[in-house]
């Protein structure tokens, strides 16, 4: 797993993270069987199997310490890249934004959050991706 060091020191990846995708959109793209149930249709399906993402999620259940996911998604599967630790309040106010369910799930990550990680790996700003939340 990588470090927030690490990230920070990787330009290509730092740059790479891709700020407004979100677990769902993620499904959407990348897998079969996701194509049609999402609402927001203001992205491009994967060309090919070239097709890459950098982005980060929260599982509601990593608590102790709360941390977010680094994930790295191709049309061939998903692999955890890095777990950062990140502030109480922006790991709760993030899930709650997002909306609680019942026996955990994973959650996007809300502007606050995005931008508390954004700052410490120096990447491009988040707004150049287009994000809503």
Not at 63 to 68: E, G
Not at 127 to 130: I, R, V
């Given at each position: 797993m990588l470090t927030l060091k690490e990230i920070r020191r990787n330009r290509m990846?730092?740059?790479s993270i891709d700020w407004a995708?979100?677990?769902?959109?993620a499904v959407e793209l990348y897998l079969e069987w996701g194509i049609g149930w999402i609402e927001d249709k203001d992205?491009?399906?994967v060309a090919g199997g070239s097709d890459e993402s950098y982005y980060f999620a929260i599982y509601d259940w990593e608590?102790?310490?709360?941390?977010?996911t680094l994930i790295h998604r191709t049309v061939e599967g998903a692999e955890e890249i890095a777990k950062i630790e990140v502030p109480k309040e922006l790991f709760d106010a993030s899930c709650k934004e997002d909306g609680i369910k019942p026996g955990g799930a994973v959650h996007?990550?809300?502007r606050a959050l995005k931008y508390w990680l954004n700052v410490r790996i120096e990447g491009p700003p988040v707004?150049?991706?287009?994000t809503e939340h």
């Open positions: 990846l730092a740059s995708m979100t677990p769902e959109k992205f491009d399906l608590i102790k310490p709360p941390l977010v996007r990550l809300n707004e150049f991706f287009g």
